[in-house]
């Protein structure tokens, strides 16, 4: 299976991207370190993954300017998750709302305790008997999305803030490579991808599922198949959505367009075509778009045409 393309966003020493980025050349790894982002030109961390032979950008440091930089080099390098590791910045609701469920944040205490800034000092002045480090995934709201994975830290006599910093920055690096690839093989892994397809095909009028040849597949209620799921088809190693096109055609330019993620299933001929949901960046409203497309073709006359008429709206 691919490795899942990974971003990682700094401002400065960037010590956890260095932990993410040797975590990753394990070969048994699900991610890789396709690019690291900053927002600080002088960021050290950025001389370490250029000498790494990683892709970098430094962006410009005004928010608007950063994420539309950010957005084409994402693109242009087909990023599947975003970590960010010691970002300082605030990223904007756009931003984040597109990469919800994909973009992870390290943060310095056990959350829900001590978001924000000078959490060991907080930690300290409360008398807690533990600190640690948490990695969650972002949301709009400061340091306050779902959290992944957590490591505790007990705190020492004497501690100060900066040795209980450098105590709890050991436990992240090794949180946030073991966070990070569990977190992007569940999102790789047959159930969660067919959940994904089935949750927006169960989404389309008098639609149902059934089991075909093994395969998970959608159809209308008493009526014809629009989709399958293909999990390994006879070993072939590929998890892919089969949905209909409009024939030979359609089929043969979309496989020229992008041959790694279109290809033409066996058995089923030219009015399908199969998309590899398997290669980490798959775009989940194209997917819906392709499920109600091959809704419409099969749909009774009387059901397409209520779709049509809702679309208009
Ligand atoms: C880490 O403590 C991280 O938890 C926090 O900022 C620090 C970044 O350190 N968000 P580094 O740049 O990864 O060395």
């Known amino acids: 299976m691919a490795k899942a393309r990974v ?41 370490l993954a250029a000498g790494e032979g990683i892709a970098t950008a430094a962006l410009p440091s005004g928010m608007r300017g950063f ?37 992870l944040n390290i943060h310095p205490s056990l959350l829900p305790k001590y978001k924000g800034l000078e959490t060991h000092e907080r930690a300290l002045a409360a008398g807690e008997a533990v600190a640690g480090c948490s990695v969650h995934l972002v949301t709009a709201e400061l340091d ?11 705190i020492l006599p004497g501690d100060t803030p900066e040795s209980l910093a450098a105590r709890v920055l050991i436990a992240e690096h090794q949180l946030y490579p073991r966070t990070l690839a569990a977190f992007v093989a569940h999102e790789a892994s047959p159930d969660f991808l067919v959940a994904q397809v089935r949750a927006r095909a169960l989404a389309l009028p008098e639609a149902d599922e059934v089991l075909s040849h093994g395969m998970p597949c959608f159809g209308i209620i008493k009526g014809k198949k629009f989709a399958y799921v293909s999990v390994d088809h006879h070993g072939d190693g590929k998890i892919a959505l089969l949905v209909k096109i409009s024939g030979p055609e359609e089929q043969a330019m979309l496989i ?36 109600e497309r091959s809704w419409l073709v099969v749909a009774p006359a009387r059901l397409g045409k209520l779709m049509r008429v809702a679309g208009e709206f």
């Not at 394990?26 to 890789?32: I, K, L, Q, R, S």
């Open 7 to 47: 971003a990682v966003f700094i401002s400065g020493r960037g010590s956890n991207m260095a932990a993410l980025l040797y975590a990753a050349k394990a070969p048994d790894c699900p991610f890789e370190i396709a690019l690291v982002i900053s927002n600080n030109h002088q960021a050290e961390g950025l001389k």
């Open 67 to 103: 994420v539309a930089a950010a957005d084409a080099v994402l693109a242009e390098q087909r990023i599947a998750f975003i970590a960010l590791a010691g970002f300082m910045r605030i990223l904007p609701p756009d931003f984040v709302a597109r990469w919800e469920g994909r973009m």
């Open 144 to 154: 306050d999305g779902k959290v992944l994975g957590q490591t505790e830290v007990a």
């Open 256 to 291: 020229e367009q992008d041959e790694a993620r279109y290809y033409r299933p066996a058995y089923f001929g030219d009015g399908w075509v199969g998309i590899r949901l398997d290669l980490g960046d798959t775009d989940w409203d194209a997917i819906a778009g392709w499920l």
